[in-house]
């Protein structure tokens, strides 16, 4: 990915460094020319304290959740979205369904919501089900939720517009509304960053609404608490931070949010997403690995990806710190406690349950089948047998008290939704409930993956090369062709993975896995933007200061994901892209440091460059990045890339605060494992690569 895909955003998003202090002082809430906040508050106290979940209009009618970026062109219905946040954000944080309640469902301020009391022992942690078979369907009504209670601000607001074609053009665009969801591992459009200017470019924004043209807090940029409650917040900086903070500049009240180094962030894991998001999709058929992190040796079986460690990662990098920001808090995000109060929470989660609708649709008959939760959440003890029929607490199916569950949740549409890759059809329930996908329709779901998740997949590249005639079926592959490198007789190749394990709160906090080929920059601020980084891995944890990092099971907690290798691999073999010859970073000395460790991680206090690896010697002279920078990777074969990786992959390890782990610090529980599959790439759009079974491979730690 080239570098200067985002130098014109970030010069516009550096500007929210700077004025984020004042301005979210100077801004507020917009004003209708009556107290909306007051007339909302009456509203509320005459309906049901709690409502039941339904979705939008009652799940009535499906409607589509669109990307952010695409919502934002429909004129109408972008600005009631952002006077329905900003009325939902001023809202008494003492309602239920206020910003506050909503997101304090999620973990802090770990108070009951709905009268759904907690299990004894379980008071100090929230109800969402991490690293639980429940991870995927505990979030599709929480969503519900959150869409149903915005959607009714944004039909109140459309009423306030002057009567005649205003308020009918409102009102009309009013009845379509479903929250967007933030597509963070598809290639945003030419010069813009995978991170919206609308969530991240400044914290205030310019709306016209019923009362004219008026400039308002952004509610798609923070979150000011209302008031900030010290005492649930328990300890600092959360204790002193009113507003959310994604990658913080410092650690005291003056914090500020850098949105512009997590646009670099997103930007330089771009492909590294994309490319776990495509072998999700093609490889992992099975929920039990699907759905979430938790590390089972004999479930997984060297699945080592999820949806729920895809979204750790992309949690971590939201939050910031621990890549190009040393020495600062991470924000709101990367904390398990504190991050459905950023606004960019919803927005994630919104693609979260997107993957899992179109994951879905592909493998219709697998679902939630039993297993003990192995940590403790608001109603659930660890070692509590978990199944479709378990109750997704505090969403109540109807007044007589009845939760909704997975089992109910399993067709996305009964909510009244859908996402544009499946619209008109519906693959969330098995054939012997006659709603799976018809072959054509499977068909233009795959055809939807392959062009937003797989341009930088071999699969691409073969296609490619079969459209120009080089390559195909029965054809001999020429040697002197750099894809015929890549590829054997009928679009066999190898893919090559990192697996990682390692435990959650191994580091008593997030914290980030980096995988560079070759010393990463001895600036770790250098590291967001290093030409060499391959890609990372996110642990999302919770604070050990805090209670709920020590709730049952917790520490004891083993997760998993990957990072996959092909992409750079492949620009080695072609010479192309930033691995390609010469695309090393110089200045870089890679004789400074790194050594065998016998798989012990060690590190270098005061030396960030320095990483390890888990055979070989050092390697290269001064001013290299990859040894020799000339050196090329003949081919995907073993014999070819495990020398290459044993002499130049390289993992640095460092906390979302920006501190690398310190000499003779063991993360627990750490195991990283480079591993091969034979892959057949897909012939046409309409298909997925079809996956062997992992082989061989070598022991990095």
């Known amino acids: 990915m080239p570098i200067a895909r985002f130098r014109l955003p970030l010069a516009l998003l550096s500007l929210a460094v700077f004025a984020a202090h004042s301005v979210l002082a100077q801004y507020g809430a917009y004003d209708y020319g009556f107290d909306a906040a007051k007339l909302i508050k009456r509203q509320l106290a005459s309906q049901e304290p709690v409502p039941v979940v339904t979705g939008a209009e009652g799940g009535e009618k499906i409607r589509l959740r669109q990307e952010i970026r695409q919502l934002e062109q429909d004129k109408e219905l972008w600005t009631l979205y952002i006077l329905g946040l900003s009325l939902m954000q001023f809202t008494d944080q003492s309602s239920p369904v206020s910003w506050y309640g909503i997101t304090g469902i999620h973990g802090i301020p770990h108070q009951t919501w709905g009268g759904v009391t907690p299990t004894p022992g379980n008071e100090e942690t929230g109800y969402c089900t991490h690293s639980s078979i429940l991870f995927p369907t505990w979030h599709r009504p929480y969503l519900a ?52 200017l609308s969530v991240g470019g400044s914290p205030y924004t310019d709306v016209n609404g019923p009362n004219g043209v008026q400039r308002i807090a952004n509610p798609l940029f923070s979150y000011s608490f209302k008031p900030l409650n010290a005492t649930a917040f328990l300890q600092d900086p959360w204790d002193i931070w009113t507003a959310t903070l994604r990658s913080p500049t410092t650690s005291d009240n003056k914090a500020q949010s850098n949105n512009s180094l997590v646009a670099i962030n997103f930007d330089q894991n771009l492909d590294s997403l994309g490319q776990r998001l495509y072998i999700l999709f093609s490889k992992y058929g099975n929920y039990s690995t699907f759905s979430n992190n938790a590390w089972i040796p004999y479930i997984n079986n060297g699945s080592f990806d999820s949806l729920e460690a895809i979204h750790d990662t992309v949690h971590n990098l939201a939050g910031g710190g621990g890549l190009g920001q040393p020495n600062a808090q991470g924000g709101h995000m990367a904390y398990i406690p504190y991050s459905s109060f950023d606004p960019i929470f919803f927005l994630h989660h919104a693609m979260v349950d997107r993957i899992f609708a179109i994951w879905q649709s592909l493998y219709p008959s697998s679902y939630v089948t039993p297993m003990q939760a192995y940590i403790a959440s608001y109603t659930t003890s660890r070692g509590e047998f978990q199944n479709a029929a378990t109750p997704l607490t505090p969403f109540y199916f109807n007044t007589n008290g009845t939760f909704w569950t997975s089992d109910m949740v399993r067709d996305h549409t009964r909510f009244g939704y859908t996402y544009p890759e499946l619209a008109g059809v519906s693959g969330s329930v098995p054939n012997s409930q006659s709603r799976a996908l018809s072959r054509r329709a499977k068909g233009r779901v795959m055809a939807a993956i392959n062009r937003l998740y797989g341009p930088s997949t071999p699969s691409s590249l073969y296609r490619k090369e079969l459209r120009a005639g080089r390559l ?8 002197d062709l750099p894809a015929g490198r890549v590829f054997s007789g009928n679009g066999q190749y190898r893919e090559w993975i990192a697996n990682v394990r390692v435990k959650k709160q191994a580091l008593d906090g997030p914290f980030f896995i980096h995988l560079f080929f070759g010393e990463a920059p001895k600036d770790t601020k250098e590291w967001a933007s290093a030409r060499n980084h391959v890609g990372s891995m996110g642990v999302f944890a919770s604070d050990e200061r805090y209670g709920e990092s020590k709730m049952d099971g917790m520490d004891e907690l083993m997760v998993s994901g990957t990072v996959p290798l092909t992409k750079a691999l492949v620009d080695k073999v072609m010479g192309m892209g930033r691995f390609g010859v010469g695309g090393g970073v110089k200045g870089v000395a890679a004789g400074a440091g790194g050594r065998s460790v016998g798989g012990r991680f060690v590190g270098f206090e005061g030396d960030v460059g320095n990483g390890f690896r888990g055979e070989g010697e050092r390697y290269g002279e001064e001013g290299d990045w990859g040894g020799h920078e000339e050196e090329v990777l003949k081919s995907l074969d073993p014999r070819d890339v495990e020398p290459f990786l044993r002499r130049n992959l390289v993992v640095n390890i460092v906390k979302v605060d920006g501190k690398v782990v310190v000499h003779g610090s063991y993360v627990e529980g ?26 061989g491979g070598f022991s990095v730690v």
């Open 472 to 479: 195909g079926p029965g054809k001999k592959v020429p040697g």
């Open 145 to 196: 939720l959150y869409e149903q209670v915005l959607y009714n601000l944004i039909q109140n607001i459309a009423k306030w517009w002057p009567e005649g074609e205003p308020r009918n053009r409102y009102q009309a665009a009013a009845l379509r509304f479903r929250i967007p969801y933030w597509d963070w591992a598809s290639s945003p459009p030419s010069g813009q960053s995978v991170l919206p």
């Open 670 to 695: 750490l195991g990283i494992h480079v591993v091969s599959s034979r892959v057949r790439a897909a012939r046409v759009e309409e298909e997925l690569p079809a996956w062997g079974q992992a082989e």
